[in-house]
């Protein structure tokens, strides 16, 4: 079994960046690829970005693409989800993922262990 905590999260102004951080345990996720997604309030959880366990490939959400940079530390056991340029709809808890389906996978099902969340609030 693989354990996810993120963390990382907090308040920030619009235009503003942070990083979260996703740290495993239980087991080595070097041959997994990984996963984020989001929820906003009163919304379904949509996916964020993933990253490939052999190559590094990453793919991303058109709502984020060339904001958030999805990146990981296997030797730390650790994914990292860097944000810049902050925008309102960004507010969302943020959840990380291992992925279990296909490379590609954005839907919720495909993904089999996650973690508890970490909040992140973009204000004006």
């Known amino acids: 079994q693989v354990q996810l905590v993120e963390f990382g999260g907090g308040l920030v102004q619009a235009g503003g960046s942070l990083r979260l951080s996703c740290a495993a345990s239980g087991r080595s996720i070097s041959y997994y690829s990984m996963g984020w997604f989001r929820q906003a309030p009163g919304k379904e959880r949509e996916f964020v970005a993933a990253i490939r366990w052999s190559d590094r490939n990453t793919y991303y959400a058109d709502s984020v693409k060339g904001r958030f940079t999805i990146s990981r530390d296997d030797a730390k056991n650790t994914v990292y989800l860097e944000m810049i340029s902050l925008k309102l709809e960004d507010t969302a808890v943020y959840y990380c993922?291992?992925?279990?389906?296909?490379?590609?996978?954005?839907?919720?099902?495909?993904?089999?262990?996650w973690g508890q969340g970490t909040q992140v609030t973009v204000s004006s």
């Open positions: 993922a291992k992925l279990n389906g296909s490379w590609g996978a954005t839907m919720l099902y495909e993904y089999d262990y």
